[in-house]
């Protein structure tokens, strides 16, 4: 029996000297920061026709009431406490400018933030169109290494909700060498916040920023675009 414990132990001991080269690529937490539709969306053309037709449909087996129950109906809602209600415009000034600094836009729509600076990973370290990041360092889990990237951005997490524990999305990122082979430079792992009671934020450390929709931050990453479409399905 003890002959047969050191055999293994040697075994395991010589399985796990097997691999020589450290694993030196580096782990990013991303965040998807995104506003939720203040209004509800437009219904689509063939929706709203196919509703139309359901319900004249309908009108032609409706129950015939009373007289008299339809003139209590037709009272209800008057009084002092009735309040004339005026729906706020769909399209905003910021719509209008288009301002994308704004969340005062695409009221019917996600919108997505994204900030111009420095990131890991950018050619020569020239400023580019990122998602909030950090490179994972001291931080017990991901997602808290992903809490401290957008705070680092926002300042504050109170007007936050990150959705989950577990990343939406995952992507090596590789950058050319030399030689013209691709060598593994980080692996970034995407999570997903989105924004609270609250109309503003103050963006910090970073040169510049912009509130967008799916099909507009598709326009910033072509290169990434169809990884960024399946990601993100709403």
């Not at 109906?73 to 008057?78: F, I, L, P, Q, V």
């Not at 020239?126 to 360092?137: A, L, M, S």
Request: net charge positive; proline share 6%.
């Amino acid at each position: 029996m003890q002959r047969f414990r050191t055999t293994l132990v040697r075994s395991l001991g010589e399985t796990r000297g097997f691999c020589t080269t450290p694993n030196t690529d580096k782990i990013v937490a991303s965040v998807l920061f995104e506003r939720l539709p203040v209004v509800v969306p437009k219904i689509d053309p063939i929706v709203y026709a196919f509703q139309e037709f359901s319900f004249r449909w309908r009108q032609q087996y409706r129950r015939a009431y009373p007289d008299d129950f339809l003139k209590k109906s037709d009272a209800r809602g008057t009084g002092d406490y009735q309040i004339d209600y005026v729906p706020a415009p769909r399209v905003t000034e910021a719509d209008k400018t288009n301002d994308r600094r704004s969340l005062q836009r695409a009221l019917d729509r996600r919108l997505y933030l994204l900030i111009y600076g420095k990131a890991y990973g950018a050619p020569n370290g020239t400023p580019v169109w990122h998602f909030p990041e950090k490179i994972h360092e001291s931080e017990e889990t991901l997602r808290k290494c992903a809490e401290s990237a957008l705070e680092s951005v926002i300042g504050d997490l109170s007007h936050t909700y990150f959705v989950g524990n577990a990343p939406m999305g995952h992507m090596v990122v590789t950058q050319p060498t030399e030689n013209g082979l691709d060598l593994p430079s980080c692996k970034r792992f995407f999570f997903k916040s989105q924004v609270i009671a609250t109309n503003k934020f103050k963006i910090g450390k970073c040169d510049d920023f912009v509130w967008v929709t799916k099909d507009e931050l598709l326009e910033y990453f072509p290169d990434q675009a169809e990884f960024l479409n399946k990601m993100i399905i709403s």
